[in-house]
């Protein structure tokens, strides 16, 4: 069997983050296919890196994982670091949105947000066209225990 073609498929076309900051704050960072084999074994959940030698560009797309003006794009030239265990810096960023909030009239739907429900159904691929650019995505509904 060739693993070449198998290898190929196992390595994700991108690596999307989000980063956090000892004031709680959020940017985007993002890994594009070209570098995910140079950083997918080197960066691990809640740990703190020293990070030099990134690009930084706006935070543009119809999808945001944060509401900061910039993203952080790691390349060729990025030099990481690990850092020691801080407690300076919070393990997780949630803010979470009730579905109250999330299905009132004019809700920005731009920005991901976090919940707490149940999977109740994954719907089918769809494509947003939007300016004469089309991004595939997938309706997903979720369930609240309301008692």
């Not at 030099?79 to 009730?98: N, Q, T, Y």
Request: net charge negative; glycine share 6%.
């Amino acid at each position: 069997m060739d693993t070449t073609k198998l290898r190929k498929f196992s390595i994700p076309y991108s690596i999307e983050m989000v980063w956090l900051d000892e004031d709680g704050g959020k940017i985007h960072a993002s890994v594009k296919k070209a570098f995910v084999s140079r950083f997918v074994n080197l960066l691990e959940e809640g740990i703190s890196y020293q990070i030099r030698y990134f690009g930084v560009g706006l935070n543009k797309g119809y999808f945001k994982t944060t509401h900061h003006e910039y993203m952080v794009n790691l390349n060729q030239r990025t030099d990481m670091h690990r850092l020691p265990e801080s407690s300076s810096i919070p393990r997780h960023g949630f803010k979470f949105v009730s579905f109250d909030i999330l299905n009132a009239p004019g809700y920005d739907c731009t920005y991901l947000v976090d919940v707490v429900g149940y999977l109740a159904e994954i719907g089918n691929e769809k494509t947003l066209e939007k300016d004469d650019k089309s991004t595939k995505y997938t309706v997903i509904e979720l369930e609240i225990d309301d008692e």
